[in-house]
């Protein structure tokens, strides 16, 4: 059997990452696990597998209590799940990458891809991303983009919905972290969305053609799959474009807010556009009031 492709979906946070997963989980030519983001290269160079293998076991915990209830469906995948979840903890605990790649592939039958999306792998050092790609083989990256704008203010509805106990008071919660993450406070959340830094790294470190570049606004269309199944190597194949995946709750953005997050993410929509020799299909209407 041929050595497979691998995939390496590294971001950007709240730019489509969930949605790729189940298009690419459901492809023929496409093996996945049933665990979305393995986070093995972040959780080694930034000294944080301890608190995955800690969210690891929550979720293992709180699968197993959904087994037991009876609520973990009639075709075996939470059992699947549960079971690679403990097999995976095992693996990241001794950060082996020759079991890493392994569990990409171990089932696979005759499928061209498999791969791993952590969208925090954009945060990776330009020597990781280089680590990545020698050890893979055929490795190829795939990173997605969203406007500055959406992409910031979708991460600080997720933000407060993850800190608020009922999700009465998310507006309030989001109206505040959105306060702070202008102000400097909330760093991880602009880090995310650093679109230029990532980038830079990308181009640094990687053979252009082993990247995949997308914006959000493009991805849920044929064209844009059919790009990405030939980036890919694999059949093209229609999405489910009627399906959300993580939309969060609906809090609008205040016309202020929609103004200051612009002024503040310029950068990040001037490079992009000098980088892909326009600016994408479907951004900027928050910086026209900029």
């Known amino acids: 059997m041929a050595e497979p492709v691998v995939m390496y979906g590294i971001g950007a946070t709240k730019a489509g990452t969930s949605w790729l997963y189940r298009y690419l989980a459901a492809h023929p030519d496409c093996y996945l696990r049933s665990i979305k983001e393995l986070h093995f290269f972040d959780a080694r160079e930034q000294d944080s597998r301890d608190w995955y293998l800690k969210q690891l ?22 059992s699947l799940h549960l079971a690679e979840i403990g097999i995976y903890s095992n693996i990241l605990r001794k950060g ?56 910031l203010w979708s991460h600080v509805r997720m933000i407060a919905r993850r800190r608020s106990k009922d999700g009465s008071d998310i507006p309030e919660r989001a109206a505040r972290i959105f306060d702070k993450t202008l102000d400097g406070q909330e760093e991880h959340i602009v880090e995310r969305g650093d679109y230029r830094a990532t980038l830079e790294k990308l181009e640094m470190t990687l053979d252009p053609d082993r990247v995949f570049l997308c914006t959000y606004e493009e991805l849920f269309s044929d064209a844009a799959l059919d790009r990405l199944c030939e980036f890919l190597g694999i059949r093209p194949m229609p999405g489910d474009y009627d399906t959300c995946v993580h939309t969060g709750i609906p809090v609008p953005m205040t016309a202020d807010q929609k103004q200051r997050a612009a002024k503040f993410l310029r950068p990040q929509y001037d490079y992009v556009a000098s980088k892909l020799g326009q600016m994408p299909r479907g951004w900027g209407a928050a910086m026209a009031g900029a």
Do not use: W
Not at 64 to 74: D, F, H, V
């Open 57 to 78: 076991k929550n979720a293992g915990a709180s699968l197993g209590r959904r087994i037991a209830s009876g609520q973990g469906g009639e075709n075996g995948q939470a």
């Open 96 to 151: 082996d990458e020759t079991a890493y790649l392994a569990f990409l592939q171990d089932g696979r039958e005759d499928e061209r891809v498999v791969g791993d999306i952590t969208p925090s792998y954009s945060l990776l050092s330009a020597e990781c991303l280089a680590h990545m790609a020698k050890i893979a083989g055929d490795a190829r990256f795939v990173y997605l983009m969203r406007d500055p704008v959406d992409r």
